[in-house]
């Protein structure tokens, strides 16, 4: 694991050696084939038919010295997913303050999770994917600001980064692409190592805003709080200019080939319709020479708190102090709003469970096949699916 840590660092800072001086060209890729075994079952994007694009992809990195001390890197990253459409990934310039310190700016991933810098560089981890119930933001940039400070703490190996930006993208949320601005995003990364055990602590806030006009549903219920003058409960679903957290702790042990990982990581925003949000996994691998084998957990439970259900009232007092019901116009029979609400709410909820099996073959010095057994519980809807992945990661 150290030296593929090793290898994916040289690829993402730009220090791998090349025959250019001052130009250096990297790339990675991935490509893997997948398919569900349960007729009809779905899980992570793949069906009952085999699908080689889903979780395939390749990279490029060019990084560039303009001057002593700054540089510049840009990534151009093309998905499966998207056809192998490529867009520009990473783009930003990179000054170093002092032997320890640099300051970057552009637009770089978000630091959420241990794994954030590698997370499209399958070669730098041993599953096919990292555990999905806690990387499962669909989103992983930001533009704006990077400051990142190494030093040592006692016999301990410190790095701090402290980022301050933006994002604007579209973003899976109420449906699968809603525009999304988290403003004024502010976090601190802090990892302590002593070579062989590594600690981790993240914090992210920021104002966050969803366009929710992708929903019909969920539209149409906050333009009838509107109509019945009910601006709190609108302020309450709606996901404009709320506040919003990140927190992420993880532990990482690679000591006489035995492997460990764990992460946990909450998220929410503060007065909307959308669930808090936790998640978590524990893994445990064991490296035998060139193969490396290992087992993971991993889970979520996202629920609203019971303090936002009932929050709508079923009638509002008019002139004369007549009771007017609050309901859905032209429902036969009526449908209340408050019953509306807290349909959207319980909607938000998930709970889940994920058991993975992993075996990896470093057949190559800069390639690895590898392939994943995953079995998903869903515990609120009662259903399984069972996904088999295969496929190689390498880098160049």
């Not at 889970?299 to 303090?307: A, F, I, R, T």
């Amino acid at each position: 694991m150290k030296k593929r840590y090793l290898i994916a660092s040289l690829l993402l800072t730009g220090f791998a050696t090349s025959s250019y001086a001052d130009i250096r060209v990297n790339g990675f890729a991935s490509i893997y084939g997948g398919q569900t075994l349960g007729s009809d079952d779905a899980l992570y994007n793949y069906s009952d038919e085999l699908d080689w694009q889903n979780d395939s992809l390749f990279a490029v990195q060019v990084s560039a010295d303009v001057m002593d001390g700054l540089s510049a890197t840009a990534q151009l990253l093309a998905r499966g997913s998207d056809d192998f459409n490529a867009e520009f990934e990473w783009a930003y310039l990179t000054y170093e303050v002092s032997e320890n310190s640099q300051l970057s700016a552009g637009k770089m991933r978000i630091p959420f999770y241990r794994y954030s810098d590698f997370l499209d560089v399958g070669y730098a981890y041993r599953w096919v994917r990292p555990p999905q119930s806690v990387y499962n933001l669909s989103f992983s940039t930001y533009e704006g600001l990077s400051y990142l400070h190494n030093s040592t703490i006692g016999e301990l190996d410190s790095s701090l980064q402290l980022m301050v930006g933006a994002v604007d993208t579209d973003i899976t949320a109420i449906t699968d692409s809603d525009a999304a601005e988290l403003k004024d995003t502010i976090g601190i990364n802090w990892s302590l190592s002593n070579g062989w055990l590594t600690g981790r602590v993240a914090y992210f806030v920021s104002e966050a805003s969803i366009d929710v006009s992708g929903s019909s549903e969920l539209s149409g219920l906050l333009n009838g709080l509107q109509a019945y003058g009910l601006n709190q409960q609108y302020n309450n679903l709606a996901i404009e200019e709320d506040d919003a957290y990140f927190a992420a702790i993880g532990i990482g042990i690679d000591y006489n080939d035995i492997l460990f990982d764990a992460e946990y990581t909450q998220f929410e925003i503060d007065n909307s319709i959308l669930a808090k949000q936790t998640q978590y996994y524990v893994s445990l691998g064991y490296r035998m020479d060139l193969v490396t084998l290992s087992a993971t957990y991993e889970g979520n439970d996202d629920e609203n708190s019971n303090d936002q259900f009932n929050q709508v009232p079923r009638s509002i007092t008019g002139p004369g102090g007549v009771q007017i019901p609050v309901v859905a116009p032209g429902t036969n029979p009526p449908l209340y709003l408050q019953d509306a609400t807290n349909l959207a709410l319980a909607s938000q909820a998930a709970k889940s469970n994920a058991y993975s099996f992993t075996v990896r073959y470093d057949f190559h010095p800069s390639a690895a096949f590898k392939v994943e057994f995953t079995h998903f519980e869903d515990d609120l809807s009662n259903n399984d699916a069972d996904l088999v992945t295969f496929g190689v990661d390498l880098v160049f």
